[in-house]
């Protein structure tokens, strides 16, 4: 009997289209994610198969067939270098642990009934939600930087990839929150672990270090400018798209106004990151963006953060100092993680994403 055999044109082009589908697939799953905690916070019907459910669930299987399907891949045709297949690898890890938590989270719905943001399969899903997410993004961003292998891949692919990144930095975003929010605030049935004030400065400082993390490593990673500003677009599309499916969809002047907020900073951030890339201009530029970026996260007013951090009234004075911290935090992260992937680009013989060197006369390095 003949084995099916794909050409190397085939193969390599069927690999990418799987990092893009995946790269859709999770912020499918995460959006159903964010839905998920408020359903629960609503108290709504509490069965597994609710709405949120099923599209979290829906959106990790596709996840999963298109991370299967790139690993399977090398046993039906020439395989791309090991480095490029890092990050799928890792995907399909992830997305592995979350199938199991799903079929432990049945069958404790089953068992117990309502349960509670600090359930065991919860963890585990949250903890498989971080590894596919880190998997795609940093697949794609390499993926897409390799020349050699787009001299065997069909070139049209490539635009998909640039499309998924900043889909796929969101999902990042989503499944970072929910793993740092999940271990400070105990679930939906249960009192806090910390007084009401603590309560909030511990969510609103994980959202001042995450919103400034994702934004800067989108600027850095992505391939082409606007990678901050499309990757806040999209965060923004989805918390207003939950937001409607829960019944509370924001003003025309509101969304207007909270669009203003995001995407004026994001875009500066673009720009300075493009405009200033050398190590030297980086010493500075990271730590102000992380600040300014940490105190427009904090004061976010999107879904979950306003219902567990009671709005921006609610909170005292110095708070925005709290979110300063967080920001550089997040911003000196971001450095950390584009590095990691640099080695990656490096490894398979790619040109880097970091910035070029500091000019020898002490200049900014700016690129042309």
């Known amino acids: ?96 642990m979350q199938l199991v938590a799903g079929g432990f989270d049945t069958w404790w719905h089953a068992t117990y009934g309502v349960d509670d943001a600090l359930s065991p399969p919860h963890v585990l899903l949250i903890d498989g939600m971080v590894v596919s997410g880190f998997g795609f993004v940093s697949g794609l961003v ?9 001299a065997t891949a069909v070139p049209k692919v490539r635009p998909l990839l640039y499309a998924a990144m900043p889909v ?4 990042l975003f989503y499944a970072l929150w929910g793993f740092t929010w999940v271990f400070t605030y105990p679930g939906f049935t249960k009192p806090a672990f910390l007084p009401e004030v603590w309560q909030r400065s511990v969510v609103g400082m994980l959202f001042a270090t995450l919103l400034p993390f994702v934004a800067l490593s989108a600027a850095r990673l992505v391939p082409w400018w606007g990678g901050a ?17 829960m019944g509370s969809p924001p003003d ?71 979110f300063a911290v967080g920001g550089v935090l997040g911003a000196f992260a971001s450095v950390a993680f584009t590095r990691r992937v640099d080695a990656l680009l490096a490894s398979s013989g790619s040109p880097p994403m970091l910035p070029v060197a500091a000019s020898a006369n002490g200049g900014t390095g700016r690129r042309p």
């Not at 796929?168 to 999902?171: D, E, G, N, S, T």
């Not at 500003?229 to 499916?245: G, K, Q, R, S």
């Open 1 to 96: 009997m003949a084995v099916l055999r794909f050409t190397p044109r085939t193969a390599y082009s069927l690999f990418a289209l799987a990092h893009a589908i995946g790269g859709f697939a999770i912020l499918i799953e995460m959006t159903g994610g964010d839905w998920d905690i408020r359903w629960h916070i609503r108290r709504l019907v509490e069965v597994f198969w609710t709405p949120p459910h099923t599209v979290l669930y829906s959106g990790l299987a596709v996840a999963f067939a298109s991370a299967f399907g790139a690993v399977f891949m090398q046993f039906l045709g020439p395989v791309p270098p090991r480095t490029l297949r890092i990050g799928i690898r890792v995907a399909l890890v992830g997305l592995v």
């Open 229 to 245: 500003t499309a990757t806040l677009t999209v965060v923004t599309i989805d918390v207003t798209l939950v937001d409607a499916l």
């Open 252 to 322: 025309p002047a509101s969304l207007s106004l909270g669009l203003a907020l995001i995407l004026v900073p994001a875009a500066l951030i673009d720009f300075i990151v493009r405009r200033y890339p050398s190590e030297r201009a980086r010493r500075v530029t990271t730590p102000l963006l992380g600040i300014a970026g940490g105190v427009l996260g904090g004061f976010f007013a999107g879904g979950p953060v306003v219902a567990m951090t009671g709005g921006i009234a609610a909170n005292p004075a110095w708070f925005p100092l709290l």
């Open 142 to 150: 390499v993926l897409a930087r390799a020349p050699a292998f787009w």
């Open 168 to 171: 796929a930095f969101v999902a």
